[in-house]
T-cell receptor
Framework: EAGVAQSPRYKIIEKRQSVAFWCNPI?????LYWYQQILGQGPKLLIQFQNNGVVDDSQLPKDRFSAERLKGVDSTLKIQPAKLEDSAVYLC?????????????FGSGTQLSVL | GDSVTQMEGPVTLSEEAFLTINCTYTATGYPSLFWYVQYPGEGLQLLLK?????DKGSNKGFEATYRKETTSFHLEKGSVQVSDSAVYFCALAHAGTALIFGKGTTLSVSS
């Protein structure tokens, strides 16, 4: 079974530039998550989709971050403009059904460095 | 809001030593509790979970018991191996909501 695919694996940009990350979840998984993991901290939820609808984006900095999940499958996360504090690993995860006690499957992440 | 607190790392052990990584939580109601593990160069993966009080989750020799009275979910293993070296994350979730993670604890096991 193919896992959660993310690209790119690494990205280096300068502050005020824009960047986009892509995620392809496991086939058939209805729920998709984007997490931000800053060095030395645990992952923090940015946004949660159920199919192509947003369930929770309360911690997404909407002035600079945006995300979409077209046709309930792939998803993109964009940062525009980037700040130094956005340097982190961006993790995509998916699960089969409604979250709560469901197992999440994580991708390898995109490591972003903002200079 | 809900939160998870883990013991600070790194934890450094010799092979075959006993492991305990402490995890406590603050939450309303009765969340499900999880341990996720991140091996070097790999993505996060579920290690074990418990969905109600007094449940014990277990996998690969690791165990954790959901203790409602102490709001804890400590991870234990009787005899660690070098291959257990990884970062361990305690997490909680309510029905319909995403995981809330602790900061993670790095375990390093030497032979």
């Amino acid at each position: 079974e193919a896992g959660v695919a993310q690209s790119p694996r690494y990205k280096i940009i300068e502050k005020r530039q824009s960047v986009a990350f892509w995620c392809n979840p496991i086939s058939g998984h209805a729920t998709l998550y984007w997490y931000q993991q800053i060095l030395g901290q645990g992952p923090k939820l940015l946004i949660q989709f159920q199919n192509n609808g947003v369930v929770d984006d309360s911690q997404l900095p909407k002035d600079r971050f945006s995300a979409e999940r077209l046709k309930g499958v792939d998803s993109t996360l964009k940062i525009q403009p980037a700040k130094l504090e956005d340097s982190a690993v961006y993790l995509c995860a998916s699960s089969l059904g409604v979250p709560g006690n469901e197992k999440l499957f994580f991708g390898s992440g995109t490591q972003l460095s903002v200079l | 809001g809900d939160s998870v607190t883990q013991m600070e790392g790194p934890v450094t052990l010799s092979e075959e030593a006993f492991l305990t990584i402490n995890c406590t939580y603050t939450a309303t109601g009765y969340p499900s509790l999880f341990w996720y593990v991140q091996y070097p160069g790999e993505g996060l993966q579920l290690l074990l979970k418990a969905t109600k009080a007094d449940d014990k989750g277990s996998n690969k020799g690791f165990e954790a018991t959901y203790r409602k009275e102490t709001t804890s979910f400590h991870l234990e293993k009787g005899s660690v191996q070098v291959s257990d070296s990884a970062v361990y994350f305690c997490a909680l979730a309510h029905a319909g909501t995403a995981l809330i993670f602790g900061k993670g604890t790095t375990l390093s096991v030497s032979s």
